[in-house]
């Protein structure tokens, strides 16, 4: 309200701007800014794509450039820390936990099967990763619940 001197309780003092802080309850005719705020399944789907764009350029950067590659698995990471969204199975064997290097079996990584697991090995930090794999069993088709077992004939 123009020619109305504001009382000095609605600003904080000492800021160098005078900022509102006051509830608004205590004054009906202040507006206050309504935070803007987006649907999470919305937000979430923005951030798997952002991740998604993120890993694909770290592959093709890889060649040329390591250390951009390893920032683009950086920042996806931390846009699936902050948004709750977790990388795919492939993303997460193409990264490494723990220095965030982009994997490139051959290049940078050893990728050897040990005791029915892959054994990842980062060669940039010693990183080891075990991940669990079944192995097909040759007596599979004749434990089927619906097929009948084979007679055994000499």
Excluded: W
């Amino acid at each position: 309200m123009p020619g109305q001197k504001t009382p000095e309780y609605l600003f904080r003092p000492g800021s160098p701007r005078p900022t509102r802080y006051i509830k608004a309850s205590v004054r009906k005719d202040v507006l206050m800014a309504r935070r803007r705020t987006i649907d999470r399944r919305k937000a979430k789907g923005i951030a798997r794509e952002r991740m998604d764009i993120l890993f694909n350029r770290a592959r093709e950067v890889f060649p040329q450039d390591r250390k951009l590659a390893r920032r683009y698995v950086t920042l996806a990471r931390r846009i699936g820390m902050r948004y709750n969204v977790g990388l795919t199975k492939k993303d997460k064997l193409d990264a490494c936990k723990n220095c965030n290097s982009f994997l490139v079996p051959g290049i940078n990584c050893r990728v050897r099967t040990h005791a029915a697991r892959v054994v990842i090995t980062c060669l940039e930090c010693g990183h080891v990763r075990r991940v669990p794999f079944t192995r097909e069993r040759k007596g599979k088709l004749n434990k089927h619940p619906l097929r009948k077992p084979l007679s055994k004939s000499r």
